[in-house]
């Protein structure tokens, strides 16, 4: 491929492996020249990019968790060198498993070559997981919540490319794993189990901070699509008070400078729909 044709490049900087001392460059996504075409926002706060003649699609997601391309440990980028001392023998001890696993659900993925959707999908599989090898001061549950739910997105990506392999069904399984760790990073800090001071961009895609307000609104879009439904009173219990937050954080039905306008809007969307359910008005 031709420099001009390139969507990625090597890192200058080594990155070393904190859990088995491998050394390996990071592969950047580059920018400019017409790469990155952005279509429209879904309601779970993803963005869609469209096709670009020159380039085809591209997907920023893919390269933003790093990975060593020999015992596949995995975090996001500002965490990955420094794991705390006691979680390096979790590292170690799992290492095997890991590997394993990733590569049965991924069979093709591999750290070793230009990223993919698949390595992209796997690489945050692999956060999801290694990111229990973290102390809470790093407030690892909000970033599995994260993970999980850009590992969602690119398995939805390779499910409309390769349909038929249950990718589909997949996806939804990692969302709602992502609904739990939503609602768990949150109740963790609200107790004071974990602290969310080391997030400086809630996502949860590339293009924009929704912050703590975006959480709070995944949290309960989340619950709503992919929470439990076996208890119907519990169930309608959780959307109850998802609906009373949503409604106290955004102040629905007043106008408000402070919050960014489209979260504004979808969460409108998702208060209604949660009262629909629920068979309430606000009359």
């Given at each position: 491929?031709?420099?001009?044709l390139?969507?990625?490049y090597?890192?200058?900087?080594?990155?070393?492996?904190?859990?088995?001392?491998?050394?390996?460059?990071?592969?950047?996504?580059?920018?400019g020249?017409?790469?990155?075409?952005?279509g429209r926002?879904t309601?779970?706060l993803?963005?869609l990019?469209?096709?670009?003649?020159?380039f085809?699609?591209?997907?920023p997601?893919?390269?933003?968790?790093?990975?060593?391309?020999e015992?596949?440990?995995?975090?996001?980028?500002k965490?990955?060198?420094?794991?705390?001392?006691?979680?390096?023998?979790?590292?170690?001890?799992?290492?095997q498993?890991r590997?394993?696993e990733?590569?049965?659900?991924?069979?093709?993925?591999?750290f070793t070559?230009?990223?993919?959707?698949?390595?992209g999908?796997?690489?945050?599989?692999?956060?999801?997981?290694?990111?229990?090898?973290y102390?809470?001061?790093f407030?690892?549950t909000?970033?599995?919540?994260?993970?999980a739910?850009?590992c969602?997105?690119?398995l939805?990506?390779?499910?409309?490319?390769?349909?038929?392999?249950?990718?589909d069904?997949?996806?939804?399984?990692?969302?709602?794993?992502?609904a739990?760790l939503y609602?768990e990073?949150i109740?963790?800090?609200?107790?004071?189990?974990?602290?969310?001071s080391a997030?400086?961009?809630?996502?949860?895609d590339t293009?924009?901070?929704?912050s703590?307000?975006?959480?709070?609104?995944?949290?309960?879009?989340l619950?709503?699509k992919?929470g439990q439904?076996?208890?119907p009173?519990?169930?309608?219990?959780?959307?109850?008070?998802?609906?009373?937050?949503?409604?106290?954080?955004?102040g629905?039905g007043?106008?408000?400078?402070?919050k960014p306008?489209?979260?504004?809007?979808?969460?409108?969307?998702?208060?209604?729909?949660?009262?629909?359910?629920?068979?309430?008005?606000?009359?």
């Amino acid at each position: 491929m031709t420099d001009d044709l390139k969507i990625s490049y090597q890192s200058k900087e080594e990155y070393r492996c904190p859990n088995c001392d491998t050394a390996f460059h990071r592969e950047e996504l580059l920018s400019g020249s017409g790469r990155l075409i952005a279509g429209r926002i879904t309601d779970e706060l993803h963005r869609l990019y469209e096709p670009s003649a020159k380039f085809g699609v591209i997907y920023p997601l893919v390269y933003q968790a790093t990975v060593c391309p020999e015992c596949m440990f995995a975090a996001m980028d500002k965490d990955f060198m420094n794991l705390p001392g006691q979680g390096r023998a979790k590292a170690m001890s799992d290492r095997q498993g890991r590997i394993e696993e990733t590569r049965r659900i991924l069979p093709s993925a591999d750290f070793t070559k230009p990223r993919d959707l698949v390595s992209g999908a796997a690489s945050f599989y692999l956060v999801l997981r290694c990111y229990d090898y973290y102390t809470r001061e790093f407030s690892p549950t909000m970033k599995q919540a994260i993970a999980a739910l850009r590992c969602s997105w690119l398995l939805e990506e390779i499910n409309s490319k390769y349909p038929g392999y249950h990718y589909d069904w997949l996806s939804v399984l990692v969302k709602k794993k992502s609904a739990f760790l939503y609602n768990e990073a949150i109740l963790k800090e609200q107790t004071g189990k974990e602290t969310l001071s080391a997030i400086k961009n809630f996502g949860p895609d590339t293009d924009k901070n929704y912050s703590y307000e975006g959480a709070l609104y995944l949290s309960a879009l989340l619950k709503l699509k992919f929470g439990q439904r076996e208890d119907p009173a519990k169930r309608a219990e959780e959307l109850g008070a998802a609906k009373r937050t949503i409604a106290k954080i955004f102040g629905l039905g007043k106008s408000s400078k402070s919050k960014p306008g489209p979260l504004l809007e979808m969460a409108r969307d998702l208060y209604e729909s949660i009262n629909k359910e629920l068979n309430e008005t606000d009359e």
